[in-house]
């Protein structure tokens, strides 16, 4: 069981690093919201509500913190939602929408590994 849950801590991971790296890509070039970014967060956020389940572990999990983590996540989902609806209309995401994504994004990973 212990194998599995690391399967999913690294399919989580991966989320991450796709939507961040996909991100950065962008955030030096032309600032723009991808389709990437939003796969990123999705593959993230089902692994992440997976590893939310207390199974194939033998210690308490801190709600508290995956429940301001699920918050930090829906805002992403909000931000790249909006952003790309406006990116399609006008054909360039705001900046600040753009930038939003990027710190929450950071702040999610550093909450996951800064909270103890």
Known sequence: MEILRHAVVLVHLTGFAILFGAWVVEAVGRK???????WGMVIAAV????LAA???IEYSLNYTKLGTKL???????AVLG????RQRKSGAAPAALFWLVG?????????AVLWR
């Open 47 to 50: 692994a992440g509500l997976a």
């Open 82 to 85: 909006i952003g790309t609806a």
């Open 32 to 38: 723009r919201i991808t389709r990437l970014m939003t």
């Open 103 to 111: 710190i929450l994004t950071f702040l999610n990973a550093a909450l």
């Open 71 to 77: 918050v930090v996540l829906l805002a992403i989902g």
């Open 54 to 56: 207390p199974w194939g």
